[in-house]
């Protein structure tokens, strides 16, 4: 009809079919085996900071390659990678519903590009035993969040330690006043 009468329009509308087709080839469709995970990523509980103490669940994984972590230390057992938004390295950590084998506590040394959220990689030494273990699901508690002094509260000590000194300090002296502002009655 309409197009078939005109070179310039058949051209105009195999183009836009050509685009339409190259854009929609790009769009990624979630699988719904993932909705729960991304909600549960999405939440404003899932991204803020755990609290030392907090059980959560997390998804292990592990990796085997590399020689030096985030923080600089050589790789070796017992260290694990993890968002620094959630766990900071230095954090410590208590891995459990892995097995007998993997269960234990580990430092968060290292961090990596696909670990986000949720997600723990747990380094082994044995890359066939890395691929053999796969991915899982885990319950996670903090022990203690990050190693900077400055992010932790102070303890009684150092609180009465800190009110010891300013008691020696004594009072804070008043400014001396100058002479010329000293009246005197003549």
Not at 167 to 182: S, T
Request: hydrophobic share 45%.
């Amino acid at each position: 009809m309409i197009l078939s009468r005109s070179a310039g329009r058949k051209v105009f509308a195999t183009a836009v079919a050509v685009l339409g087709f190259a854009f929609l080839f790009e769009v990624t469709v979630f699988d719904s085996r993932h909705v729960p995970a991304l909600a549960e990523l999405t939440t404003p509980a899932a991204a803020a900071r755990p609290e030392a103490g907090s059980q959560l669940r997390f998804t292990a994984t592990f990796y085997c390659k590399g020689t030096t972590t985030a923080s600089g230390v050589n790789v070796r057992n017992g260290i694990a990678a993890a968002d620094p938004a959630l766990l900071p390295i230095g954090s410590v950590i208590r891995i459990d519903d892995l097995g007998e084998k993997y269960d234990g506590i580990y430092t968060v040394m290292d961090t990596g590009p696909k670990v986000q959220g949720r997600h723990v990689d747990v380094y082994l030494w044995s890359c066939n035993e890395a691929l053999q273990m796969g991915r899982r699901p885990m319950k996670l508690t903090v022990l203690r969040l990050g190693w900077n002094p400055q992010a932790s509260k102070p303890h009684l000590v150092d609180r009465l330690f800190r009110a010891r000194e300013q008691k020696r300090a004594g009072p804070a002296q008043a400014p001396a006043v100058p002479a010329r502002a000293v009246m005197t009655d003549r």
